[in-house]
């Protein structure tokens, strides 16, 4: 467990504290954030939580969502100097994977930034304020290690705070099946259930609450499932012409990579999804047996994550992103044949 004693004394220490997390977030960054607001709350520490990205429709069950800031909805006032003396970024440890354009001049002026994280860190360079960083690759989840925190602190879990805790490790594990789980991961989540919280209606909300225009887009993702042979990749691809005539939002194509990995016969699975922004976002996924690291093939993308589970944004068309993929692959192949 990683040594919380340095993000106690900074949370005890602030009064006015802002909590951040990663753009397009998933159930891990929206339980991270509520239960963090939720806890803080109970301290009497003054808190706001602002995001880059709506949450999704799924996530819109959990308590606390109602507290739930965006960036595009305020004033420069908002954010002026002086407002916050702590910026807590859950579940996300760069910040560019904030999405946000001016994110170093939102932190600055709060002088202090306590990352709590469980996704392999990257370095940040030249900044303006004093970094402090709980990093644990071997969590589950970014809930998990703030179930350890707040236990740590004495901060009473409420079945509020459990409800959102327990949501982002589901989510983070796909259900308690990924690699990722561990004895205290399944610890963590029955003490999580004896304050109230059922795993069968959080999994309703997030499986089985499905709307038409989900699964017609799940169905053109399904059916454009094309295999490479070179680098042993299953890949499929949405564009905004998908979306549009299908009548869904990007965020509901969560969970697709994971159905396209289950083909035993691939070694990994991309899902590529077009955005507004003519940029395109790449989830990769693997499995332990089949021995491939995505997070390497995310790197030379120029995204991250890990070893199973990784993602990348870029401007490249759908065409040349395979054909890098499969060029990185194939000469890591190369290397360790060597
Ligand atoms: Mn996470």
């Given amino acids: 467990m990683p040594n919380f004693t340095k993000a106690i004394n900074l949370i005890k220490a602030s009064e006015k504290i802002l909590i951040l997390t990663h753009k397009n977030p998933d159930g891990d960054a929206v339980g991270s954030v509520l239960s963090l607001s939720l806890a803080l709350d109970n301290l009497n520490k003054n808190n706001d939580i602002i995001l880059k990205d709506k949450i999704p429709k799924v996530l819109e069950f959990l308590p606390g969502k109602e507290k739930i800031k965006y960036f ?10 002086g407002k916050y003396d702590l910026v807590i970024l859950a579940d996300c440890a760069e910040l560019e994977r904030t999405g946000v354009e001016n994110i170093e001049e939102i932190i600055k002026p709060a002088k202090n930034l306590l990352i709590i994280d469980h996704h392999p860190e990257r370095e940040i360079t030249n900044a303006d304020f004093k970094i402090t960083k709980i990093i644990n690759s071997r969590s589950s989840s970014a809930a998990e290690m703030l179930f350890e ?18 949501t982002g490790i589901f989510t983070d594990t796909g259900g308690f099946q990924h690699a990722n789980v561990s004895p205290r991961t399944l610890e963590v989540a029955a ?15 997030i499986f089985n609450s499905k709307t038409i225009p989900s699964i017609k887009i799940w169905g053109r993702a399904l059916a454009r499932i094309e295999t490479d042979p070179e680098s ?10 998908d979306l549009e005539k299908c009548g869904a939002s990007r965020d509901e194509l969560s969970g697709v990579v994971n159905i396209i990995n289950t083909i035993s016969d691939s070694k990994f699975s991309l899902l590529l999804t077009e ?17 491939v690291d995505v997070s390497k093939i995310a790197h030379g993308l120029g995204g991250g994550g890990h070893k199973l589970a990784s993602g990348f944004e870029t401007k490249d068309d759908i065409k040349s992103i395979v054909s890098k993929i499969s060029g990185l692959v194939s000469k890591k192949e190369k290397d360790s044949s060597d």
Avoid: H, W
């Fill in 275 to 291: 955005g507004d922004d003519q940029k395109i976002s790449g989830s990769l996924r693997s499995e332990e047996y089949k021995g």
């Fill in 191 to 205: 003490e999580l259930m004896k304050r109230g919280p059922r795993i069968n209606k959080i999994s309703q909300n």
């Fill in 149 to 166: 925190l707040f236990t740590e602190m004495e901060i009473k879990i409420t079945k509020d705070i459990a409800q959102c805790l327990l």
């Fill in 72 to 81: 595009e909805d305020l004033s420069e006032d908002d954010l002026a100097d």
């Fill in 232 to 241: 042993g990749m299953s890949v499929s691809y949405i564009d905004k012409q």
